[in-house]
């Protein structure tokens, strides 16, 4: 079965994995021991289908997702730990807005890590390319684009601003255990107010897509192929449009308003279970970080 490189893509779903959902949000109760380790796998199985590569760029590609993964777990996730406590300290004594908007600038922080690190590896086989694959990954990526605009053209605003408050709930309370019907109201005034910005996305990603399709174009230069692809991989968010920039800015504070409301809102129960579910998962981070291989 051919193997893929990973496609440079600033954020393909499951490598998004790495970083935020050790940090609480989202593998609580999910068999974190077990995904973790096998996480290079997963990545690789994910990313198939983009590009085929030959025996020794697939050989090299799962060198490169191997390392990536033990300097994750080697550099990265005591430090994880340790931030998950500190968060459940703050949940456990009441949040202000602003310890909600540092702690998610720093797992934004921590997520350009893992990138920074990753993009050398990822840079070293594109380098390699064929004008063949180049080729065939600017045509995936494409139609993976496609389909994603036409997934959101399919629905009306009333069904995606219901996806949004289902997976937001549930994301939630995974820590607090079910809200509140005042809680709830929360959610969907939430919903309401911050409209949909996949249309900026998807016009940000394009704007992506050209300017890698110009780096692999010149994938032979070297120095300065790796330095293009060490923004397009690390650093994508220097190549956003004004109006993706708007978007995120917007959400971010939005999102970190909700959070401060809600956390206002929790019951002493709410509470202490979202302060156990973080020490649980801090604790699992840090038994993973006393593994090697």
């Known amino acids: 079965m051919p193997r893929t490189v990973p496609s440079t893509r600033p954020a393909p779903r499951l490598l998004r994995w790495i970083a935020p959902l050790l940090l ?11 995904v973790y380790p096998r996480l290079d ?5 994910y990313l198939e289908g983009l590009v085929t590569l030959d025996p020794e760029q697939s ?8 390392g990536n993964l033990e300097w994750h777990r080697r550099s990265e996730l005591g430090d994880y730990s340790a931030f998950l406590r500190e968060v459940a300290a703050t949940v456990g004594r009441g949040s202000e807005r602003e310890d909600w908007l540092a702690a998610m600038r720093r797992t934004e922080q921590y997520w350009r890590e893992v990138f920074e690190q990753a993009a050398p590896g990822y ?8 004008d063949a694959q180049v080729r065939e990954l600017l045509a995936n990526l494409g139609k993976a684009d496609e389909k994603e605009r036409r997934e959101y053209a399919s629905r009306d605003a009333a069904e995606r601003d219901a996806r ?5 709930r549930r994301a939630i309370e995974r820590f607090t255990g079910p809200l509140t019907p005042g809680q709830r109201a929360l959610l969907r005034e939430h919903v309401a107010a911050s409209p949909s910005f996949v249309p900026e996305w ?8 050209e300017a890698l399709a110009d780096a692999l174009e010149r994938r032979g230069e070297g120095a300065a192929f790796a330095a293009r692809m060490q923004v397009l991989v690390a650093r994508p968010d220097e190549l956003w449009t004004p109006a993706y920039r708007t978007a995120v800015e917007r959400r971010r504070d939005e999102l970190v308003d909700l959070m401060s409301r809600l956390d206002a809102s929790l019951t002493p129960a709410q509470r202490a279970a979202a302060q ?5 998962l801090a604790d699992e981070v840090q038994e993973l970080a006393r593994r090697r291989g």
């Open 24 to 34: 609480g949000l989202g593998l609580t109760g999910c068999g974190l021991g077990l």
């Open 41 to 45: 796998s997963v990545v690789g199985f």
């Open 59 to 66: 050989a090299e590609l799962k060198r490169i997702l191997a």
């Open 123 to 130: 840079t070293s086989i594109a380098a390699t390319f064929t």
């Open 164 to 168: 949004r408050e289902k997976s937001l």
């Open 202 to 209: 998807l016009d940000n990603r394009r704007v992506w897509r």
């Open 276 to 280: 156990r579910q973080l020490l649980a």
